[in-house]
């Protein structure tokens, strides 16, 4: 059984910060490309950042040079800093495991609200 745990969303003004954590259960992390995706009411769920079990990191073009993600396969855990928040950020967060390369399963967390708003 996979479960993935988001923490640290919240409110901020403009042009602050927050550091999203997820953490994994299960045996499939070390493995595993991860990823951060959001969805804002009325938009579908996007693609924010994804790092692989290498460290390659990929971004979505809105948050490059903003936002960074990380991980740590000791504590099986996947950060995204975020930096200069925008109002546009605003939206539910959702932690990603793709073991679709092994088991065929693609897994989600519960999401976490990030509110940017003065």
């Known amino acids: 059984q996979v479960q993935l745990v988001e923490s640290g969303g919240g409110s901020v003004q403009p042009g602050g910060s927050l550091r999203l954590s997820c953490a994994a259960s299960?045996?499939?992390?070390?493995?595993?490309?991860m990823g951060w995706y959001r969805q804002a009411p009325g938009k579908r769920r996007e693609l924010v950042a994804t790092i692989t079990t290498g460290g390659t990191t990929n971004y979505e073009d809105s948050v490059k040079g903003r936002f960074t993600i990380s991980r740590d396969n000791v504590q099986r855990t996947v950060y995204l800093q975020m930096n200069s928040l925008k109002s546009e950020d605003t939206a539910v967060y959702y932690c990603?495991?793709?073991?679709?390369?092994?088991?065929?399963?693609?897994?989600w967390g519960q999401g976490t609200q990030v509110t940017v708003s003065s």
């Open positions: 299960g045996s499939i992390f070390s493995r595993s490309t």
């Open positions: 990603n495991a793709d073991d679709r390369e092994y088991s065929g399963g693609n897994f």
